[in-house]
Structure formats: structure tokens, C-alpha cells
């Protein structure tokens, strides 16, 4: 199934670098303390980018295509490389979304367009959430949880948890929002309590970007 972009101004294509991040490493604090930050950025997805690309360097036939594009295309990759790319480019690209996604200024609120497809998918924002932060709670292991649409029914909006590095990008769907649950990205602060970070991260939601890309999402649909 093909992928339907939705970073247009922001694409990546291989050999991947690591995005600076749009904020300091102190500047989400204290959601995120700053040597979570660092590792998580410097060495966990640093670790993805480089697996990406070593996992590429074989088959340039695969460079210069958009990592989501890339991710939505799995079946097509050889056999050698299928599962690295998956985990590998995977990791690369939830850690891409996932720096963007977030922001020092959080609005609390996503923009009205979005909160009303919210109420119609599922109930309110509220209840939205609700079932987000249960999906975390509840994934057994590593993994993510994103806030996706579904191109195949008007991009009616999904909570969907994914284990390892998956991502929804591979099921067809548009990735808006994903929370990273594995241990690294809050052990040190919230040590084994993953429910505290996921009640936490909501204050640094950057809900007009989430919105954005559903926006380009379905803009890009209509002109295609
Ligand atoms: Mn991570």
C-alpha cells in the first residue's frame, strides 16, 4: 500500500541524517529532563540513523525516497534488508515525528478542526486520551502509540499501539502523533511508572503541528 506523505516540506531521504531537534534539550523540562533528552537524541536515534543507512547502503536503488514513503513500501524491499529497514528506519522515523510532535509551548487543546473530528471518532478529546494513554499503559514490552488517520475512510482518526519500532506509516495509515513508551524515553525520571509519563506529556503536545499534518495529509490525497 502506498504511503500517503505528509511531511512535504520536510522530507528525508537516505543516507538519513539526525534532525537537530526545533527546541534546546533543556527547553522540555520538566516532562522531559535534559539527560533523557540528550540520550535519546544523541545516542538512541543517532543508533536508528546509522542502522538505517548501513541497512541501505546496499541498495541505492532505495535511496532518495522519503523515509515514510519507504516504510510504506516493507513488502517491496529485499528480503535481506526487510527486517532492518522495518526496525531501523522505523526507529528513525518515530523519532523524527516524535521530536516534532512536541513543543515548550504546548496549547493543552488541538485546533477546533481537529477537536471536532475528535468528538465525532471518539466521543470527545477527553475520552481521546483516555484511550491513548490506556493503549500505552496496556502495550506489553517496547513499542509507540500514535494518534493515526485512515486515508481508506476519510481519514477517520485511530489510537493505535504498535510494539517495537513499528509504525502505523506500514499499515496504510497517516502517522499524526506518536508517544514513545519504551523504558528510554522516561526510565530516569518516571522510573517504572509509564502511566505518570504518558498523564505528563499531554503539557508538551505541539497540537497545531499534529493538525498540520493531517491537513497536508489530506491535501496531498485530493491533488494525487
Ligand atoms: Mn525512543
Known sequence: MQA????????????????ELPYGF?????VIDETTMHLHHDKHHQAYTDGINAALSKHPEWHGIDIEEVLGRL???PMDIREAVRNQGGGYANHKLFWKVLTPF???????????????????FDCFRKRFVKAGRDLFGSG??????????????KVIPTSNQDSVVSRG?????????????YYLKYNNRRGD????????????????????????????
Not at 516540506?9 to 534532525?19: G, V
Not at 509507540?144 to 482518526?157: G, H, N, R, T, Y
Open 197 to 224: 509519563w504518558l498523564d505528563a506529556w499531554w503539557d508538551i503536545v505541539d497540537w497545531r503541528y499534529v493538525a498540520e499534518r493531517l491537513d497536508s495529509a489530506r491535501v496531498a490525497r485530493s491533488a494525487g
Open 106 to 124: 504546548g496549547s493543552g487543546i488541538p485546533p477546533v478542526d481537529l477537536t471536532m473530528r475528535m468528538n465525532r471518532d471518539f466521543g470527545s
Open 75 to 77: 513488502s517491496e524491499l
Open 173 to 185: 495509515y497517516v502517522a499524526l502523533l506518536a508517544c514513545d513508551v519504551w523504558e528510554h524515553a
Open 26 to 30: 533543556k527547553d522540555l523540562s520538566p
Open 144 to 157: 509507540w502509540v500514535f494518534l493515526a488517520a485512515d486515508p481508506a475512510e476519510e481519514f477517520s482518526l
Open 4 to 19: 500517503v506523505p505528509t511531511d512535504s516540506l520536510d522530507q528525508a531521504a537516505a543516507p538519513y541524517k539526525l534532525p
